[in-house]
């Protein structure tokens, strides 16, 4: 018998056949109850309307005010760099904040991530941590950086304080949910072979979540970055306080000055990020 003759029979077995029950089955997963469907979209188009008319969002104020809009952005022009050194020096002090309260921040958010995921830690820990974090979340940074203001004083260490409380609340939630999120296989191997609980994290859980974790600390970097400079407005260090400043006595070319800097800054570690975002995934 030839080679061809012995292959053909294999090209002509006919194809495994999925059971009815199964296929009709996995067609109803994938099926959108139209009923429920139209009815959700109802609700959420009732509720965008009360939101619109509860918030007093008008479409034509907004296009009589565009007039306001373009003469104050016209007032910017020509930007003034003549105290150049300052808002640099200024810009330094908001990286450098943004990278300590990076830093801490994510650390203590490790932890409480940690006792806040439900694959690792028991329940009353899992609650406690997500109670405490969404106390965290529910009040704004500007109230935590006037307590530390009021605590250490005026200054970059008030703001890098209240970066870091922050940073609990928000970024913690997001390292919790990556370590819940991660293949169960390996977990339930470690389990079998009784790994501890610290080698069940260090070895099962945070392998998996690392790239997430990096990618969300950068993210983290790039929005302590821009809070830094909102929480200069209230003295706890940065360039805010310049840019306060500039608004208040109507400098309108430093303050545009002080804006292109602050947008050089932003896009330069957004691309910083995007490179290493790129390498780790």
């Known amino acids: 018998m030839s080679t061809t003759e012995r292959v053909r029979p294999q090209k ?3 194809a495994p056949q ?4 199964e296929r009709e089955r996995l067609e109803h997963a994938f099926r959108i109850p139209r009923a429920r469907f139209g009815l959700g979209l109802l609700a959420g188009f009732a509720v965008l309307v009360w939101s619109f008319q ?21 007032r910017l022009f020509p930007p003034d760099f003549s105290d150049f050194d300052t ?50 979340r529910s009040v704004p940074d500007l ?20 970066m870091t409380l922050g940073s609990i609340g928000s970024i913690g939630k997001v390292f919790a949910e990556a370590m819940e999120s ?29 790239p997430l974790l990096v990618s969300y600390t950068l993210l983290l970097f790039e929005g302590n970055v821009r809070g830094a400079t909102i929480l200069g407005l209230v003295g706890a260090g940065g360039i805010g306080l310049e840019l306060t400043t500039a608004m208040r006595m109507y400098d309108y070319g430093h303050l545009c000055a002080i804006v292109i800097c602050i947008i050089v800054l ?15 995934t």
């Not at 999925?18 to 029950?21: A, C, G, K, T, V």
């Not at 509860?54 to 016209?74: P, R, Y």
């Open 54 to 74: 509860g918030a007093e969002f008008n479409f034509a104020k907004l296009a009589e005010g565009a007039v306001n809009m373009t003469e104050f952005l016209g």
């Open 143 to 162: 109230v935590f950086a006037l307590m530390f203001v009021s605590a250490v004083g005026l200054g970059p260490f008030a703001g890098i304080l209240a």
């Open 266 to 280: 932003v896009t330069a570690i957004d691309q910083g990020s995007a490179f290493i975002r790129r390498r780790i």
């Open 87 to 136: 808002i640099v020096a200024l810009l330094i002090e908001t990286l450098q904040m943004a990278i300590v309260g990076t830093v801490l921040g994510a650390a203590f958010s490790l932890l409480i991530a940690v006792g806040a995921a439900s694959n690792i830690a028991p329940r009353w820990v899992y609650y406690a941590c997500r109670w405490m974090m969404n106390i965290i």
């Open 182 to 210: 991660v293949d169960r296989g390996p977990l339930v191997a470690m389990q079998a072979v009784g790994a501890s609980k610290r080698q069940f994290v260090q070895y099962g859980v945070l392998p998996q979540a690392a």
């Open 12 to 14: 002509s077995a006919a």
């Open 18 to 21: 999925l059971d009815p029950h």
